[in-house]
T-cell receptor, first 109, second 116 residues
């Protein structure tokens, strides 16, 4: 079992829909990252969380430390949100990120 | 300037060639990273430099040789690569040394490498 599990693996949505991507992890962590990767390579760091909730524009990220679970929500989705969304965690004493396999999101117009 | 710049964007090389990938940041970050990413897989850490010293080498074959000439520059020298080394090579940087809690990573756009 991977230390970081994401669901779903693939997600297709219609423009305007509310989208949720989930991340579960099995170890104690010091921080959790949500990353976005568009076709062509570049990765953008969306959020870094250690507790609670963060919001940036149409994106919301939440984390429940007790349940070892985080969600990334996209409100009013748009085709330009189509990308791979990756959850990554840093362990309590580690100096490396452990990545999930990613969720491929496609938003259709 | 909040960018990590990688060059070249694409590279095709033969197995006997020697080439270098370059990464540059001017954010004053003191930690820089090389990741390798195969298609449809998450990034895999290769090397970490902290304050211009190699702090992590994830058992990477010696045909990959990292270099950090100064705090803004990170190179990856390639020699005698194999076709299975074809991948996207991503550079990243962070303000603090690895292991500190509030560390956000800034990634470059990557170099897509094909080894023939």
């Amino acid at each position: 079992k991977n230390e970081v599990e994401q669901s779903p693996q693939n997600l297709t949505a219609q423009e305007g829909e509310f989208i949720t991507i989930n991340c579960s992890y099995s170890v104690g962590i010091s921080a959790l990252h949500w990353l976005q990767q568009h076709p062509g390579g570049g990765i953008v760091s969306l959020f870094m969380l250690s507790s609670g909730k963060k919001k940036h524009g149409r994106l919301i990220a939440t984390i429940n430390i007790q349940e070892k679970h985080s969600s990334l929500h996209i409100t009013a989705s748009h085709p330009r949100d189509s990308a791979v969304y990756i959850c990554a965690v840093r362990g309590l004493y580690g100096n490396k990120l452990v990545f999930g396999a990613g969720t491929i999101l496609r938003v259709k117009s | 300037d909040t960018e990590v710049t990688q060059t070249p964007k694409h590279l095709v090389m033969g197995m006997t060639n020697k080439k270098s990938l370059k990464c540059e940041q001017h954010m004053g970050h003191r930690a820089m990273y090389w990741y390798k990413q195969k298609a449809k897989k998450p990034p895999e850490l290769m090397f970490v430099y902290s304050y211009e010293k190699l702090s992590i080498n994830e058992s990477v074959p010696s045909r990959f040789s990292p270099e950090c000439p100064n705090s803004s520059l990170l190179n990856l020298h390639l020699h005698a690569l194999q076709p299975e080394d074809s991948a996207l090579y991503l550079c990243a940087s962070s303000q603090t040394a690895p292991g500190l809690i509030n560390e956000k990573l800034f990634f470059g756009s990557g170099t897509q490498l094909s080894v023939l």
